[in-house]
């Protein structure tokens, strides 16, 4: 074998973990922090400023705008701006680095999250860590996709299986990805977890930090966990709440809600069971289930007009669908106010009348949420999605049938089914990285069997599991057990993690 010069060496190892095809003539020296391919990205020097109005935020709160490629492969092409924020909440002599962050999603705005942070962390966190926020490429502030959806389109996705109505929904997917594609062809398969992953490295080097610290929520833990593949020695103190299974993201993200669901709903009837003598739904179990399953019954016959105490439901009519979709989520989050809620509904008038649809244009906003949503779910893991659109009607029935409350829609076709191939595979997740994995027992949204792949999946993580934990998301909830606080905090203050896993209770 022929001696190979040690700089050479470093500078391909670099380059690989960004997974860029270059050039062998890029294979020059390079600064220990970055790809020198990439030099100008993470040499930038942004102009910081005050970010947003004076009567609403601090004069610490910071933004500045940062460069990043379009395509990593081809650094020298289209460009995108990210809009980056920080807070500078350090103590001098205590200041460990940055510690940046995802509330989920895909789709949810992170600009403000320092400022949302710095309220919900406590002080001795907050002393050693500047915290930094970004709207991810393709959303918000960073470079927005548009895709001129209507507002039937830019509602959510998923959508429970019929019979007569599956034809209209399968079109209704097509055309809602024919419409992106339309207006965003050039930028749809870049904006991507891996690309986003990425754009925080470049962020972390135009901090001038050597690692960063992370705190992702739901899909921020996806997030997160490709960082720790892409850049594993960067990544410093990571805790990922709420998690998914890395190694399956895209539709069984979708689909492993369908069983979380269920099993939240199983439980839930269990709770409110042994409070009969306030909700009155019956002393078992199977009783409790049963007023569910009539209420959606009736108002599949016809709709019922709902009337209670939830002043965001109060006067909307609701089909058995939508009762479905509706207090699938509370079943976990929210417990007895959605015994009350179905309470209210079993008291509640029915009527002929219907919610009505609007074709007009969706709010830009909501356009750039669910055009974002579906550029990473459907492109992050294109092999997913079936093309064909038998395979989701065959799969939603069997769905329906093995997990009622939720499982059609789930299944059922969405516009992945036509969406454009992504830039690159999926990412496989396998590595030592030290993380903090939190995991409620009975979250719906990401279930704990999701937690528990996760957990796997980063060989140096250690477990906080909430035995009884309901909801989704627990850390820096005003309602997360003392036992998590006190986990992560030390977690983030010292660097060290559990010598075990570590079970708290709800």
């Known amino acids: 074998m022929r001696p190979v010069h040690k700089a050479a060496l470093a500078a391909a190892a670099l380059l690989a973990t960004l997974c860029v ?89 992170a600009l403000d999250d320092p400022i949302t942070m710095k309220d919900a962390l406590a002080k001795s966190v907050r002393d050693r860590y500047d915290l930094v926020g970004f709207d991810p ?18 509602s959510p996705a ?23 594609v339309a207006r965003e062809r050039a ?91 306030i909700y009155h739904l019956g002393d078992t179990s199977a009783k409790v289930r049963a007023v569910f399953w009539r209420q959606v019954a009736r108002a599949e ?3 019922i007009r709902y009337r209670g105490s939830d002043e965001t439901h109060q006067g909307s009519v609701v089909t058995g669908d939508g009762i479905r979709d509706w207090l699938r989520a509370d079943f976990s989050n929210a417990p007895y106010q959605a015994a009350r809620e179905l309470a209210d509904l079993r008291n509640s008038p029915t009527t002929h009348a219907v919610s009505a649809t609007s074709g007009g244009k969706a709010d830009p906003a909501d356009d750039n949420a669910i055009a974002l949503n579906l550029a990473v779910m459907c492109g992050d893991n294109s092999v997913s999605w079936p093309r064909d659109p038998a395979r989701y009607r065959q799969d939603a029935r069997r769905a329906k049938a093995r997990h009622p409350l939720y499982g059609d829609f ?39 069997s999701e ?24 850390y820096g909830m005003p309602d997360a057990p003392l036992c998590v606080t006190r986990t992560v905090n030390s977690y983030l203050i010292t660097g060290r993690l559990p010598v075990r896993d570590v079970t708290c209770r709800s």
């Open 451 to 474: 937690g528990l792949a996760m957990h796997h999946a980063l060989h140096g993580s250690r477990l906080v599991s909430i035995r009884d934990g309901r909801g989704h998301v627990v």
């Open 21 to 109: 095809p270059v050039a062998q003539g890029a294979l020059t020296a390079a600064a220990s922090d970055r790809p020198s391919v990439l030099a100008r990205y993470y040499d930038q020097h942004p102009a910081w400023h005050r970010c947003g109005s004076p009567d609403r935020y601090p004069a610490a709160y910071q933004c500045a705008t940062v460069t990043v490629p379009l395509d990593y492969a081809h650094p020298d092409g289209r460009t995108l701006t990210l809009k980056v924020s920080r807070l500078r909440t350090s103590v001098p002599g205590k200041r460990h680095g940055v510690l940046l962050s995802n509330p989920g999603g895909p789709g949810d705005l």
């Open 187 to 277: 930028r749809l398969p870049y904006i991507t977890t891996r690309n986003t992953a990425r754009d925080m490295d470049v962020i972390r080097g135009v901090l001038g930090e050597k690692k960063i610290s992370y705190l992702g929520w739901s899909y921020g833990t996806y997030l997160g966990a490709v960082y720790t593949q892409l850049f594993p020695h960067r990544s410093d103190r990571m805790v990922l709440d709420s998690a998914v299974d890395p190694n399956r993201f895209g539709r069984h993200t979708n689909q492993a809600m369908a069983s979380g669901a269920e099993s939240a709903f199983r439980n839930w009837s269990r709770l409110v069971a042994r409070r009969n003598g």
């Open 410 to 448: 789930t299944a059922n076709i969405t516009p992945c089914a036509f969406w454009p191939k992504g830039s690159e595979p999926v990412t496989r997740v396998d590595n030592r990285v030290g993380a903090l994995v939190v995991q409620n027992q009975w979250d719906s949204q990401t279930p704990l």
């Open 301 to 303: 016959r016809t709709p």
């Open 137 to 154: 490429r393709g959303l918000g502030a960073s470079s927005p996709l548009q895709c001129g959806l209507t507002q039937d389109e830019a």
């Open 158 to 180: 998923l959508r429970p299986y019929r019979p007569a109505t599956f034809a209209k929904d399968t079109i209704r997917a097509r055309d809602t990805a024919a419409r992106c």
